[in-house]
């Protein structure tokens, strides 16, 4: 993806690690931030709470679509390490924590391009989410989660997930996530 510009330096204040990519700074502020919920509000109970804790920000990046030059993409990478919470009866990661991933990790590529284009974002909701599962990770490796944004605009927006096991360099899981704005709740007299 293309140079964004020079205000693109951060480290994560929760982590510590550097994350690289093109956007700015404020932008992976902001998803550092979002993916670290549990460790700055203590008293919002979230699902997936130590699992959020766990993941690793490594990239937030902007550029043209490759189909669609015209057009840009938001590209978040997380990296998380296998642990307890996060396996099955098999001891390998559950086929549910990696839909959760497909679920919080697009959106999350979602929230960048949003950031980008208007500084700012809007919650919204799961309409559909569509994951194939291709192999296990087991506890201790670490698995990095590559997320791109396919379309945003008007009521829906569409994420794209693969989920890649880094100790055996294979594909674990891929998903589509498909997003809404969420009705105005109806009033009843």
Not at 2 to 9: E, F, I, N, Q
Not at 60 to 73: H, N
Not at 74 to 96: F, P, R, Y
Not at 117 to 122: F, I, L, Q
Request: proline content about 4%.
């Amino acid at each position: 993806m293309p140079p964004l510009g020079s205000d693109t330096a951060f480290t994560s204040p929760y982590t510590r690690n550097t994350v690289g990519g093109n956007a700015l700074t404020r932008i992976k502020r902001a998803i550092d931030d979002v993916i670290h919920t549990p460790s700055h509000n203590q008293q919002q109970k979230l699902f997936a709470s130590s699992i959020m804790d766990s993941m690793v920000l490594v990239d937030v990046s902007i550029g043209s679509m490759a189909e669609e030059p015209s057009r840009l993409e938001g590209k978040v990478v997380i990296q998380i390490v296998v642990n307890e919470d996060m396996l099955n009866l098999a001891n390998t990661v559950h086929g549910g924590c990696l839909a959760y991933f497909v679920d919080f990790c697009s959106s999350m590529a979602l929230v960048a391009l949003d950031l980008h284009n208007s500084d700012d974002y809007a919650v919204s909701v799961s309409q559909a989410l569509n994951v194939v599962f291709h192999s296990p990770a087991a506890l201790g490796e670490t698995i990095r989660i590559v997320n791109t944004s396919v379309s945003s605009g008007g009521r829906s927006a569409t994420g794209r997930t693969e989920i890649w096991n880094e100790n055996h360099k294979r594909i674990m899981a891929s998903g589509t996530h498909i997003k809404m704005m969420p009705s105005n709740p109806k009033t009843k007299l």
